[in-house]
């Protein structure tokens, strides 16, 4: 139990478009769901939290124009990335929490 | 505040050998301590976690950590590594403060050699 799938898995899309990411908790039913950045080598930093039917909470430094995420179910959150430019090419990782944060297997996008 | 230290970036043992990844963890209230592995363009799987029960708690593949308040330490151990036990890991911390968020620590990359 307490799976978390992406997707996509990976994708590749060009400078000044935009990208979406799926982050579905198949089994149980989550409130709030989290999503993380993840660049090479490096630790995951916590992006933002979305709450089923409210705002996302963003941390210092994201911009919330550029990550959009909806929450609009208790099993779905997406994440867009707007105008993507290169150096938002990362991987990306979502919890969903339930008593503890169950994580997805993550989407690494690539800008170029 | 919260805050998490691994204090070696990379560890490297031969197969059969014990492993050690040490953490440091900073908390101003009780902390749940977690240990995640994450394998090369990978998701995170959760090792073990300690929630303020016992403080010797034992994980998957042979894993177990130790809490240490004294020492705000939860170093994870494996007696014999395995090939497979190559790969990223992760100290975490959460206070029910900081509103189920969790903080990761810098990760440890594990090389295991034959």
């Known amino acids: 139990g307490a799976v978390v799938s992406q997707h996509p898995s990976w994708v590749i899309c060009k400078s000044g478009t935009s990208v979406k990411i799926e982050c579905r908790s198949l089994?149980?039913?989550?409130?709030?769901m989290f999503w993380y950045r993840q660049f090479p080598k490096q630790s995951l930093m916590l992006m933002a939290t979305?709450?089923?039917?409210?705002?996302?909470?963003?941390e210092q430094g994201v911009e919330k124009d550029k990550f959009l995420i909806n929450h609009a179910s208790l099993t779905l959150s997406t994440l867009t990335v707007t105008s993507a430019h290169p150096e938002d090419s990362s991987f990306y990782i979502c919890s969903a929490f339930s008593y503890e944060q169950y994580f997805g297997p993550g989407t690494r996008l690539t800008v170029t | 505040a919260q805050s998490v230290t691994q204090l070696d970036s990379h560890v490297s043992v031969s197969e059969g050998t014990p492993v050690l990844l040490r953490c440091n963890y900073s908390s101003s209230y009780s902390p749940s301590l977690f240990w995640y592995v994450q394998h090369p363009n990978k998701g995170l799987q959760l090792l073990l976690k300690y929630t303020s029960a016992a403080t010797l708690v034992k994980g998957i593949n042979g894993f177990e950590a130790e809490f240490k308040k004294s020492e705000t330490s939860f170093h994870l151990t494996k007696p014999s590594a395995h090939m497979s036990d190559a790969a990223e890991y992760f100290c975490?911390?959460?206070?029910?403060?900081?509103?189920?968020?969790?903080?990761f620590g810098g990760g440890t990359r594990v090389l295991v050699k034959p």
């Open positions: 975490v911390v959460k206070t029910g403060t900081a509103g189920n968020k969790l903080t």
């Open positions: 089994d149980f039913q989550a409130t709030t």
């Open positions: 979305s709450n089923e039917g409210s705002k996302a909470t963003y």
